[in-house]
């Protein structure tokens, strides 16, 4: 239960960085409904968060440490990036314009996730 939660918190999350920031887009395809496709970079975002990330951060420890943290800005961005890589393969999902697009992009995915995560209860474990 608390990974549906996790997926639909990233979902909306994903959702309002693309509303919010003019260089994130949902890319619906031929298939027509947006909230799959929101639910599928969700899926996809959370895969990556849950097994490429903490590989990264440990890679860049020191950076993490030297930075006092602001590298972990970076680093979801980077999640960002690849995520929209990996759904632009397949015609359907995210589509970000550079770097800095993401950097927002990924500042608001992680207020949204903040904010969600400290309003529902499931979501906490």
Do not use: C, H
Request: glycine share 6%; proline share 3%.
């Amino acid at each position: 239960m608390s990974f549906l939660v996790r997926l639909a918190i990233n979902a909306i999350a994903i959702w309002l960085a693309s509303e919010w920031v003019a260089g994130i887009a949902i890319a619906t395809g031929d298939n027509g409904n947006p909230v799959l496709v929101v639910l599928f970079v969700a899926l996809v975002f959370t895969v990556v968060n849950a097994f490429v990330k903490p590989i990264v951060q440990l890679l860049s420890l020191p950076l993490l440490i030297l930075t006092l943290g602001l590298f972990t800005l970076v680093i979801n961005a980077l999640m960002l990036l690849l995520t929209a890589w990996i759904t632009e393969t397949t015609g359907i999902g995210i589509t970000v314009d550079g770097f800095w697009t993401a950097v927002w992009g990924a500042l608001i995915i992680s207020i949204v996730n903040f904010v969600l995560s400290a309003v529902i209860p499931s979501a906490k474990r």
